[in-house]
């Protein structure tokens, strides 16, 4: 059952979703298949099998991918703590240097080493490898404690 929006991107929405048989919260991708490209198609397929590999704590868990004639759909763990750039703006921009090393930045560079152990002499066809993602786990001020001592 989808709940709300949490979020867009060019040819994306992300939802707020529960799942009814387990009642798991969940957020949902859609990617719009009238507003993809066969090459942004391609690049929707790598980023489901890239993602289906992935086991880190500090990367959103994928759980299944499926698509219907009108969208590609992809079914993530959901990170309650919101996105960054909106944490940022909501403190002023303003946190100590052990905060932002401890909460954004060990995690950050832990998720980035494993991801290129996962792409490392996986052809990238050209193109940058980017990292992208909706919500975090954990951060400073009270967010939910899940980065890195």
């Given amino acids: 059952m989808i709940k ?8 994306s929405h992300v939802y707020l979703a529960v799942d009814i048989a387990t009642r798991r919260t969940l957020a949902l991708k859609m990617y ?4 993809l490209t066969p090459m942004y ?8 099998q890239i993602h289906a590999r992935m086991r880190h704590e ?16 992809l079914v993530m763990e959901y990170a309650p703590g919101g996105d960054l750039y909106t944490h940022f703006k909501h ?3 303003r946190y100590s240097e052990a905060c932002v090393v401890r909460s954004i930045l060990r995690p950050f560079l832990s998720a980035l080493a494993y ?9 990238v066809e050209g193109r940058g490898v980017e990292v992208t993602g909706w919500g975090l786990k954990g951060g400073c001020r009270g967010w939910a404690q899940r980065w890195l001592a």
């Fill in 4 to 11: 709300h929006r949490l979020g867009q991107g060019f040819a």
């Fill in 32 to 35: 719009a298949k009238s507003k």
């Fill in 41 to 48: 198609q391609h690049q929707v397929f790598r980023e489901i």
């Fill in 58 to 73: 500090h990367i959103v868990k994928l759980f299944g991918a499926f698509e219907d004639s009108a969208a590609f759909y």
């Fill in 91 to 93: 403190s002023g921009g």
């Fill in 115 to 123: 991801i290129h152990s996962l792409v490392r002499g996986s052809t």
